[in-house]
């Protein structure tokens, strides 16, 4: 893919970086208590579940990773992986997001995207700070020749336009990833207003945990309205980490899982005819 967006392509992709958050889901009692070889194998189904319906995956070092490696035969599909530290640094009840790594270090991992997830909230102190943390790794990422997927998760705003008013901050600030993974806007009109706002610059939906069938919903008012895919995690995948009947395990592995990625791919396949993109 390079560095530049892409506006002529479709994202269909899975999200599986997630780290204490899916320890949480293992063990939401006592996150302590879910081993990493438990994280490991569980990631290792779900990719193996979905090798052959993805067009990227992102991942994390910790678990994903090895997940990955491990699985035979081995998956050729290319994967991101996350520079930021997983959580975020509380200030004050702002959300500071901790940049981990280098970009040299995710490339030499193998990684070929970056993948940043920047808290944000308008006119809030941290505001200036989480744009400028964006600004050096989008520019140390095109210096070392990687695409970067800018997720921005907005947070103490209930306003309809606050992810639009959020990417109106970056874009001022003169930062532009190659693709930006957003919540769903609020509304059509939202959507539109994004897209619109982005140019070629092309955003994707990220789930943020909501329920599958709201994310369907989700998906299809933003694919008719400029979206370009979607990086998809925990609304397709959260169930398995709570269930305990191994034949329900099978089942959801087998068919359910595999279902729904078949269902929100066909979602944006029905309002675009892009090329899917393998980065």
Known sequence: ??????????????????RDGFKKLMSPENPNLASKERAIEYKKQILESLRDKFSACLIDEDYGLPAYKSITPP???PYLLPIEDT??????????????????????LGASAVKLLVYFCPNS????MQIETAKKIVQDSHENGLPVFLEIVTYNSNLEDRVYNSIKEFLKEGVKPDVFKIEFP????????VTKLLGDT?????????DYSMFCDQLEIASKNGCQGFLAGRSLW????NMKDGKEKEIFLKDTLP??????????NSYTTQNEISI
């Open 238 to 241: 959260q169930e398995l980490l």
């Open 186 to 193: 609020g509304s059509e009109q939202q959507c539109i207003s």
């Open 1 to 18: 893919m390079g560095s530049r967006p892409l506006p002529n392509c479709k994202y269909l992709m899975l999200a599986l970086d997630h």
């Open 87 to 108: 959580g975020y640094r509380n200030e004050d009840g702002e959300r500071i997001t901790v940049v981990k790594k280098t970009v040299e270090q995710l490339k030499d």
């Open 125 to 128: 102190k941290s505001s200036n």
């Open 202 to 210: 092309p955003w994707i939906l990220l789930t943020k945990g909501t």
């Open 75 to 77: 998956i050729t599909t």
């Open 259 to 268: 279902s729904r990625f078949d269902e929100i791919k066909n979602i944006v």
